[in-house]
C-alpha cells in the first residue's frame, strides 16, 4: 500500500513537472496549435541580467529546385532564462542576394514532450516578422514559424529573432528548416532528450502496473 502511495505521489509530481510554464513572455503553443506570435520584451541575446548565452552556431545552407535557388545564412543561439533556469532556442536568418526565390516558413525540431512559447524580437529596424507559428500533432516535435503572403523573406531580407522558449534545461543538436520551393536544412539546437519528467511519470505508472499485477497475482507487496 505504501509502495502505491508512493508511486502515485511520483506519478502527481511528475505531472506538476510537464504542465509548469516555461517563462510567460509569449505565446503557448501546444502540438497541433496555430497561433499568432507576440513580441518579447527584451532581446535575450544582449541582455545579461536576465538571460544568459550557452551557446552560439552560425553558417549558410544552399539548395536548388526546378530552377529555384535558395541560399540562407543562419545563427541560432541558445539561452537560459536566469529567473526559471529554462533554456529559450533563439534563430535569426538572412535570405541571400543569390537566391531567386523567397524564404516562406522556418522550422525547428525536435521539440517532442517539451512546451514551448513562440515569440520575436525585432533587433533591427526592418527585419521581417513572423506572424503566426504552429506545431506539429500529435509529436508536437516541429515548431513552424510562418511568413506569408507579401511577408515572405525576400532575397536580402532578414527575419527579426524567432524565438521558442521551453521548460527544458538541457539542450542537443537540432535542425533548423528553411522552405519555399526549396527546402534547405541546417544544423542548429534544440532542447535534450525526452524530458527526465517524462521518463519519470512513464517508470511511475510501470510501478503503479506492476503492482496492480502482483495484487492480482496475490504476491504480497509491501
Same mark, same amino acid.
Given at each position: 500500500m505504501?509502495?502505491?502511495?508512493l /508511486?502515485?505521489?511520483?506519478?502527481?509530481?511528475? /505531472?506538476?513537472?510537464l504542465t509548469?510554464?516555461?517563462?510567460? %513572455?509569449?505565446?503557448?503553443?501546444?502540438p497541433?496549435?496555430?497561433?499568432? $506570435?507576440?513580441? @518579447?520584451?527584451?532581446?535575450?541575446?544582449?541582455?545579461p541580467?536576465?538571460f544568459?548565452?550557452?551557446?552560439?552556431?552560425?553558417?549558410?545552407?544552399t539548395?536548388?529546385?526546378n530552377?529555384?535557388t535558395l541560399?540562407?545564412? %543562419?545563427?541560432?543561439?541558445?539561452?537560459?532564462d536566469?529567473t526559471?533556469?529554462?533554456l529559450?532556442?533563439?534563430?535569426?536568418?538572412?535570405n541571400? $542576394?543569390?537566391?531567386?526565390?523567397?524564404?516562406?516558413?522556418?522550422?525547428h525540431?525536435d521539440?517532442?514532450?517539451? /512546451?514551448?512559447?513562440?515569440?520575436?524580437?525585432?533587433?533591427?529596424?526592418?527585419h521581417?516578422i513572423s506572424?503566426?507559428?504552429?506545431?506539429?500533432f500529435p509529436s508536437?516535435?516541429?515548431v513552424?514559424?510562418? %511568413?506569408?503572403?507579401?511577408?515572405?523573406?525576400?532575397?536580402?531580407?532578414?527575419?527579426?529573432?524567432?524565438?521558442?522558449?521551453?521548460?527544458?534545461?538541457?539542450?542537443?543538436?537540432?535542425?533548423?528548416? @528553411?522552405?519555399?520551393?526549396? $527546402?534547405?536544412?541546417a544544423?542548429?539546437?534544440?532542447?535534450g532528450?525526452?524530458?527526465?519528467?517524462l521518463?519519470?511519470?512513464?517508470?511511475?505508472?510501470?510501478? /503503479?502496473?506492476?503492482?496492480?499485477?502482483?495484487?492480482r497475482?496475490?504476491?504480497k507487496?509491501?
Open positions: 505504501r509502495m502505491q502511495s /508511486l502515485a505521489i511520483v506519478a502527481i509530481a511528475a /505531472l506538476s513537472i509548469a510554464s516555461p517563462a510567460a %513572455y509569449a505565446t503557448p503553443l501546444p497541433g496549435g496555430v497561433v499568432a $506570435t507576440s513580441p @518579447f520584451p527584451v532581446n535575450p541575446l544582449v541582455t541580467a536576465l544568459g548565452i550557452e551557446a552560439h552556431t552560425s553558417g549558410t545552407v539548395g536548388t529546385n530552377g529555384k541560399d540562407v545564412s %543562419y545563427d541560432a543561439w541558445v539561452v537560459r536566469k526559471t533556469g529554462f529559450d532556442f533563439v534563430y535569426q536568418f538572412t541571400n $542576394t543569390t537566391s531567386n526565390t523567397n524564404v516562406q516558413h522556418t522550422s525540431s521539440f517532442t514532450g517539451w /512546451l514551448t512559447d513562440v515569440s520575436y524580437f525585432v533587433d533591427v529596424a526592418g521581417v506572424p503566426a507559428a504552429s506545431r506539429t508536437g516535435d516541429s513552424t514559424f510562418d %511568413y506569408p503572403g507579401a511577408g515572405n523573406v525576400t532575397s536580402g531580407q532578414t527575419s527579426a529573432l524567432e524565438i521558442i522558449e521551453t521548460n527544458a534545461t538541457v539542450f542537443t543538436s537540432g535542425t533548423y528548416t @528553411f522552405q519555399d520551393g526549396v $527546402t534547405v536544412n544544423v542548429a539546437y534544440a532542447p532528450p525526452e524530458p527526465s519528467s521518463i519519470l511519470l512513464g517508470s511511475a505508472f510501470a510501478g /503503479l502496473g506492476a503492482a496492480r499485477w502482483r495484487r497475482a496475490g504476491v507487496t509491501i
